[in-house]
């Protein structure tokens, strides 16, 4: 049975590898849902965020085939519950829509915040799940959206091991501090 897992990554900074590991999925027929990338508290360290929707024995195979590609430090998979997950949606809609129709009240009912104000438009910002996100799409459609887009997963894990630890604990010949 399909559910949804974030699969979190961390690498050292080479070019390239991002491709490496899209292709990974691209070969398995696997469709990726969202893909963050960002460094971590680790100075040369990256992490990817990649959520998919797949069976558990998929996820587990895929996540193994990227631990192996070489510049990858750890590979590993969560379902939503092993995680504290959030994206990040802005809007844009006329300002002249934002005025009319008194958009305070819907950006606090929401906990949206207004992030920009121009002579045209003003843009407004949602952090949450993708449900909370598409649920002020929906409010604010009547508003006419000039445009919108919403970033890919960032979590953190629930687990008590920390990447600075789990590096601490690899032998020395394996992964080289800077």
Same mark, same amino acid.
């Given at each position: 049975?399909? +559910?949804?897992?974030?699969?979190?990554?961390?690498?050292?900074?080479?070019?390239?590898?991002?491709? @490496?590991? $899209?292709?990974?999925?691209?070969?398995?027929?696997?469709?990726?849902?969202?893909?963050?990338?960002?460094?971590? *508290?680790?100075?040369?360290?990256?992490?990817?965020?990649?959520?998919?929707?797949?069976?558990?024995?998929?996820?587990? &195979?895929? $996540?193994?085939?990227?631990?192996?590609?070489?510049? !990858?430090?750890?590979?590993?998979?969560? /379902?939503?519950?092993?995680?504290?997950?959030? =994206?990040?949606?802005?809007? &844009?809609?006329?300002?002249?829509?934002?005025? +009319?129709?008194?958009? +305070? #009240? /819907?950006?606090? =009912?929401?906990?949206?915040?207004?992030?920009? /104000?121009?002579?045209?438009? !003003?843009?407004?910002?949602?952090?949450?799940?993708? *449900?909370? $996100?598409?649920?002020?799409?929906?409010?604010?459609?009547?508003?006419?959206?000039? #445009?919108?887009?919403?970033?890919?997963?960032?979590?953190?894990?629930?687990? @008590?091991?920390?990447?600075?630890?789990?590096?601490?604990?690899?032998?020395?010949?394996?992964? /080289?501090?800077?």
């Amino acid at each position: 049975m399909k +559910e949804l897992f974030t699969i979190v990554v961390f690498s050292e900074h080479h070019i390239g590898l991002l491709n @490496r590991i $899209t292709i990974i999925f691209t070969r398995r027929y696997i469709n990726i849902e969202s893909l963050t990338v960002s460094s971590t *508290e680790i100075k040369g360290i990256h992490r990817f965020n990649i959520t998919i929707e797949e069976t558990k024995e998929r996820v587990e &195979k895929v $996540t193994r085939q990227i631990e192996k590609l070489p510049e !990858v430090i750890r590979a590993e998979y969560y /379902v939503n519950e092993e995680i504290v997950y959030r =994206e990040i949606a802005l809007y &844009k809609i006329p300002i002249q829509s934002a005025i +009319e129709k008194n958009i +305070e #009240q /819907v950006l606090r =009912e929401y906990n949206a915040s207004l992030v920009d /104000v121009q002579k045209d438009f !003003v843009i407004i910002e949602k952090t949450g799940h993708v *449900e909370d $996100t598409g649920k002020l799409y929906e409010v604010l459609k009547p508003y006419n959206i000039l #445009q919108f887009v919403r970033s890919g997963r960032i979590c953190i894990t629930n687990q @008590r091991k920390e990447l600075s630890t789990y590096l601490n604990d690899l032998p020395v010949n394996e992964y /080289v501090k800077e």
